[in-house]
């Protein structure tokens, strides 16, 4: 579905609806009305500030009768604590603006529901929201345990978004009601040419797997390496946006037609990938030697400790590596990697801009050509243009782009035709739910799949 204009949120109201419907989670009493007003609360609350800093909180929809703690309270350090205000407040401007400043998306939640008469109250806190934005947003491969019916968010001035579990149900921004993310960097053309470029960094890992630990399987070892691999231009794209400043980057081995102002060359990411999905493997090998011995071997565990310790230091240098590179994007211009995630410089310029006299906008991962629409590249801003003009001149490079307002597009050559898609899904998506866990590395890669 194609972003509707001029959307109110009486039409993010009615998209939740139906989707809580269909996923036969609504409450009956669980209203349009209910859900309208809610909304445009939350809708004019995003327009205001508050001691001058733009509103971001979350809102987890749920019963006052909740129970008290996550059903994973007893054996889970991300379990979350429902603490109920000794009054409920009416929930309204005032005092969702108020309560924002207490309620950090990143550490808190605000829970809403409505009394016998329909009336919205606040009615207490939910805490412990670092571990499911971490989860999202791929800095943990832990899933949390989720509270309510759906959670909803103020991302931004006039922008919201509504998530059931893991999954954006819908986001409205600026007037324009989004419903569909296309996961182009696990499916499609733009998933495939990614893997493609990282062929190279997977062959060193395999290179040194063969040497050194021959035991360990290398099918999986791909399949985790392409995934951290994907996951990671994700975080980039997330991080970006964060800085509400907007931001590019492009993956190309060609400079041709490039300013580089700040030329520089930072290759640690593609090696924190590597020493991140090793790590993981060895750890995961050592676990299922452990399972199958079924007994106290004071060899394994110490070494099972180690390699533990050695994967948390892998994970928090990637997560540096990447929080380094994307605070570049504040500088005007784009962050240019070379095929295998090397930055090679920020700040780029693109110096010639030959546009097409068409662009193509996908409206699936595939790019299909039926499903294509056709599009004057000047109805594109100048950031987007630039992208539009290099990724036509120069086949198999891939641009992203970050626009102030968040919205984030990719662009790539397929046959001849420049093809933007809008909106592409970066935050991590649960598509099963349950299920037994499997054992070892085949644990760790289904639990980073994004």
């Not at 759906?150 to 921004?173: C, E, H, K, N, P």
């Not at 997560?319 to 994007?329: L, P, T, Y």
């Amino acid at each position: 579905m194609t972003p509707e204009k001029y959307c109110k949120p009486a039409d993010l109201a009615k998209h939740v609806h139906l989707y809580l419907s269909d996923k036969k989670k609504n409450n009956p009493r669980i209203t349009m009305e209910i859900l309208t007003e809610l909304f445009e609360i939350m809708n004019y609350v995003s327009m205001k500030t508050e001691e001058g800093e733009m509103i971001q909180v979350n809102i987890v929809f749920c019963e006052p009768e909740t129970q008290n703690t996550s059903p994973q309270a007893d054996f889970s350090s991300h379990s979350w604590d429902f603490m109920r205000f000794e009054k409920p407040l009416l929930f309204n401007i005032k005092n969702l603006l108020k309560l924002s400043k207490a309620a950090d998306p990143w550490s808190s939640s605000i829970a809403v529901y409505f009394d016998q008469s329909n009336k919205l109250y606040i009615h207490g806190m939910i805490d412990q929201a670092i571990h499911t934005q971490s989860y999202i947003n791929h800095e943990t491969t832990s899933q949390p345990d989720q509270a309510g019916y759906f959670q909803a968010s103020i991302v931004g001035i006039g922008s919201l978004s509504v998530m059931y579990r893991f999954d954006v149900i819908a986001t409205l921004r600026q007037n324009m009601l989004v419903t569909d993310f296309p996961d182009v960097l696990r499916y499609g053309p733009v998933a495939k040419e990614i893997k493609l470029k990282a062929k190279p960094q997977l062959s060193l890992l395999l290179s040194e797997i063969q040497k050194f630990y021959p035991e360990l399987e290398e099918e999986e070892i791909t399949e985790n390496f392409i995934t951290v691999w994907r996951s990671t231009i994700a975080r980039l794209l997330i991080h970006i946006k964060k800085y509400h400043h907007g931001g590019a980057f492009l993956i190309s081995n060609e400079r041709n037609g490039l300013d580089i102002k700040y030329k520089l060359e930072y290759a640690r990411l593609g090696r924190a990938i590597r020493k991140y999905v090793l790590s993981g493997a060895k750890e995961a090998q050592l676990a299922n030697e452990i399972g199958k011995k079924q007994l106290i071997n004071r060899e394994l565990y110490a070494n099972h400790y180690y390699m533990g310790a050695d994967h948390l230091s892998a994970e928090r240098e990637l997560k540096g590596a990447i929080r380094f590179i994307a605070s570049n994007s504040c500088v005007d211009g784009a962050i240019l990697f070379n095929g295998v995630l090397a930055v090679q410089g920020f700040g780029t310029v693109i110096k010639k801009i030959k546009l097409p006299k068409k662009v193509f906008v996908a409206r699936d991962t595939q790019a299909r050509i039926d499903e294509l629409e056709s599009k004057d590249p000047k109805e594109f801003g100048t950031r987007h243009q630039s992208m539009i003009s290099y990724c036509n001149e120069h086949p198999g490079t891939i641009g992203f782009v970050v626009s102030q307002d968040g919205d984030i597009r990719v662009i790539m050559k397929i046959d001849e035709k420049v093809v933007v898609w809008d909106n592409i899904r970066t935050q991590r998506i649960i598509k099963v739910a349950g299920g037994k866990k499997p054992s070892g590395i085949k644990y760790i890669t289904k639990m980073i799949s994004n």
